[in-house]
């Protein structure tokens, strides 16, 4: 059971939206997903209650430090994928989460090219591993990206991040009303009225290549404790 944790200590970069989208792909895919609120704002566990039953989706919504381990632990079994939404905030709950992590994506928005948040995560991930030798994998996903944007102005943000030795994801998420608007009508964006919500059919294959990209990276047999025994 990888755990993905969405992390950026800013509010607004698009964690909450990615891990709704990422959640729901990989549940549509056929996967046991449980998603681990740990957002003050609840939009994920407001979605769950607004949505009755989602296929293959649980949610837990709340959780503390002393008992993140205990849900991580609990799930084993009976999930194949635990994905953890955080605060726009830095502080020890994320610091654990991300401790417990098999991969850390970092949303950054691709207009606003303010990276700071994530620079914040990525400096965490670099103390982890320089002075606890723990390295966590770890991808930047850009987010909230407009669809007329050139490719060639995500290139540079790629370029840029990658002479840092920083992995972004090939897919952005791209601006989408249907990506706000699942959060208001519960569900999941196969449910949602293609008439009522434009560019759904877009909105869909984005989802779906998010998806893709993300169970390759982060494949089901892949876990950190098996990693460390291996
Ligand atoms: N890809 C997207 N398309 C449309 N709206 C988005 C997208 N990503 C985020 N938003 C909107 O931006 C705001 C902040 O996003 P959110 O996911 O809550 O960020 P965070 O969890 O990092 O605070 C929300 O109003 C959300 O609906
Ligand atoms: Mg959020």
């Not at 994905?83 to 726009?88: P, V």
């Not at 928005?109 to 591993?129: F, P, R, S, T």
């Not at 608007?181 to 008439?195: A, I, K, R, S």
Request: overall charge neutral; some cysteine; charged content about 20%.
């Amino acid at each position: 059971m990888p755990v993905i944790t969405f992390a950026n200590t800013k509010g607004g970069a698009g964690k909450t939206t990615a891990a709704l989208i990422l959640a729901t792909e990989l549940a549509r895919s056929g996967a046991r997903v449980t998603i681990l609120d740990a957002d003050p704002q609840h939009w994920i566990s407001h979605w769950h209650d607004i949505s009755g039953k989602v296929p293959n989706i649980e949610v837990i919504s709340y959780v503390t430090m002393a008992s993140i381990q205990t849900h991580i632990n609990d799930n084993r079994a009976t999930t194949d994928y635990f994905i953890i939404d955080l605060a726009g905030a830095r502080n020890t709950l994320m610091a654990t989460a991300i401790g417990l992590s098999d991969h850390v994506m970092i949303p950054i928005q691709g207009c606003a090219m303010d990276a700071k948040g994530g620079a914040q995560v990525l400096e965490l991930l670099g103390h982890l591993e320089e002075k606890a030798g723990i390295r966590i994998d770890h991808s930047v996903v850009l987010t909230r990206v407009n669809s007329l944007v050139t490719t060639r102005a995500l290139q540079v943000v790629k370029q840029l991040l990658s002479e840092r030795a920083v992995r972004v994801l090939d897919t952005p998420i791209i601006e989408r009303a249907a990506f706000r608007d699942v959060f208001d009508c519960g569900g999941t964006l196969q449910t949602m009225d293609p008439l009522r919500v434009s560019n759904l059919d877009k909105a869909c294959q984005n989802a779906r290549a998010f998806g893709d990209e993300v169970r390759q990276l982060v494949p089901l047999r892949l876990t950190r404790n098996m990693r460390r025994a291996a």
